[in-house]
């Protein structure tokens, strides 16, 4: 062997280290309660079926920041903002001064097999986003949506312009057909309503298994190698297992909305291709003139910044701007470094 | 895990860090400890750390037993193309045993074949395949129309699964061999050697997702994506279908039924929104109603003088 030198001897002191590890790994478990997540205060200030408005309240408000509704996706849970006290992007914008309204879309069960987005977007989102006008006495709010919520929050401001003051989209998918966004290939040929007819509501642990597809041995093989060294201090530890329960608490996707947006979005394209309806109303993005700061992920494997890119020249904005982080789909919210200097974007955007 | 298992655990690792342990093939001992480590009861610990627990658990068996062999065969490898063919059997298995995940088959297939004489491998064998053929040609005389009407079309699905499974296994074996030649030509153009595992196995992710990356995007592969997936979904939708019409039968309510209801509570429910909408455009309609009557009245009352 010229080009790996694996002799027995460092073989063995290899073995002998990662199994230390694991032992060492049970004994911090062993000590470790069960992990918390989203620990910053809230006042849930409406409900509407399953849906919550979460209320975030800073210390001191600071007037010049115009009141922010946050829209998260319907895949996994909006903890991951406030994951823990080190890794929060609320507490990070509520140091700011920043009050923030939190949409929460709940765990959907058989009872909302047929939500469909007319219900999300033109029903509970805009309950929201009159729960909070009412809630902070204003006329206009401005609205933050991540990923899939980056899109609905699109489409909404589209058929809502007059509600809404800035918008913010964060890894957010608007072209569902670039070169690169390997999950649209993927779901190409995936019969949707087969898959809604066999589940109802689409399994969260059926999605999970498709993302990981995208990075199979990173997120397999190499990830599971490195657990023992992830968990191998308290510190590392709480980190790592507030992430795992992240990733894994993935809620069931309601049937009707999860095959509208594979078909109409991920299929079709009709966001690009300006044949999007819903709740009979078609979707003219050039009916956004806000201002728009649409912030991506240079490393996002989800949503590549190709199709975050495509924003640019959609709507009538006349200041539209974008940034870009060194960071993945989820890193950029969770890396104390990034979550700072998107706190400071957000903000900036937000303050009149 | 007991205090005994923790203690004899601890001793192991000092022994064999001492190099005092006597036997000569010591790491099976290993296996044999976390086997025991893996029925540890966990039920004082939280669910997810539990599941930790047993997870890199398993890793720490396939991990060792892929080093032990290593440790066995080392002398015996004469080049890097040599050991790079150990290690592609490894990968091989990894992949089945994740692609064997993946693509479940409905739990009562599950526990069908787990309970016969077939192995899960052998659903991309060909046997299994050529006696899916005769069970669908066979002769079902003694069974009911219908009974042999759900026979054949669950047969044909199964049969349909097992070639969308095989050609996704192929894909699979296709990038893997991708991946190795990759991989070996890495290794053969690094400067610096290799000289632990994590490094190889870093060295393969990087190989192999370069490939997969170049094979996700292609026709051919979302085009067989797409026939598992689709496969998979049929077979399942086929037993809940033949489970639902079982449980009419016999007067219970199924998630068919379920589902019905669902479906009228939400399309009501929308029209309540419909009317609730309409209502509240009422008292602004009467407004207007009014406003227009004093309109009138006015102007009826200016042309009248």
Known sequence: MTKIQLDAETLKKEILEFNQALIDSYEVLKQLPEVKTGQTPYQVIYTIDKVQLKYFEPKEIDPSLTPLVMCYALVNRPYMLDLTPEQSLIQSLLDQGQPIYLIDWGYPDASDRFLDLDDYILYYMDACVEATLNASKTTQVGLLGVCQGGTFSLCYTALNPHKIKRLITVVTPVDFSTEDFTLSRLVKHVDVDLAVKTYGNIPGSLLNETFNALLPMRLGVLKNLQMPNNLSTASTAVRFLSMEKWIYDSPDQAGEAFRSFLKDFFQQNKLIHKTLVIGNQLIDLKRIDQPILNIYASQDHLVPPSSSMALKGLTSSLNYQERVFNAGHIGIFVSPKHNLTLAAEITGWMRD | ?305
């Open chain 2, 1 to 305: 895990m007991t205090d005994d298992l923790h203690t004899l655990i601890q001793q192991w690792l000092t022994m064999q860090q001492q190099g005092t342990a006597s036997s000569d093939d010591p790491l099976l001992d290993w296996s044999r400890l976390m086997a025991r480590l893996q029925q540890s009861s966990w039920e004082y610990l939280p669910e997810q750390h539990a599941e930790l627990i047993s997870l890199m658990t398993q890793e720490s068996i396939e991990f060792t037993r892929f080093a032990s062999q290593l440790i066995l065969q080392s002398h015996a490898f004469q080049d890097t193309h040599d050991f790079v063919r150990g290690f592609k059997q490894h990968i091989s298995q990894l992949s089945r045993d994740w692609i064997l995940k993946r693509w479940q088959i409905p739990e009562q297939l599950h526990a069908l074949i787990h309970t016969s004489q077939l192995t899960f491998q052998g659903l991309g064998e060909q046997p299994l395949l050529q006696g899916l053929n005769t069970l669908l040609e066979s002769n079902t005389e003694h069974l009911t129309l219908k009974q042999q009407r759900l026979i054949r079309e669950g047969t044909q699905l199964l049969y349909e699964y097992q070639i969308a499974f095989g050609q996704y296994s192929e894909l699979f074996d296709q990038i893997n061999q991708s991946a190795i030649k990759d991989l070996t030509d890495t290794l053969d153009s690094a400067p610096e050697p290799i000289n632990s595992l994590k490094d190889l196995h870093e060295a393969w992710t990087q190989a192999y997702e370069k490939e997969y990356a170049s094979v996700v995007a292609t026709e051919h592969y979302q085009t067989t994506y797409g026939q598992i997936s689709n496969a998979s979904f049929a077979l399942r939708a086929f037993y809940q279908t033949s489970r639902n019409e079982q449980l009419a039968q016999i007067g219970i309510a199924s998630e068919t039924s379920l589902s019905l209801a669902f479906e009228h509570i939400h399309s009501l429910r929308k029209q309540v929104r419909q009317l609730q909408k309409e209502l509240s455009l009422i008292p602004e309609l009467q407004r207007s109603l009014t406003e227009l009557r004093s309109e009138i009245d006015q102007l009826r009352n200016n042309s009248n003088d």
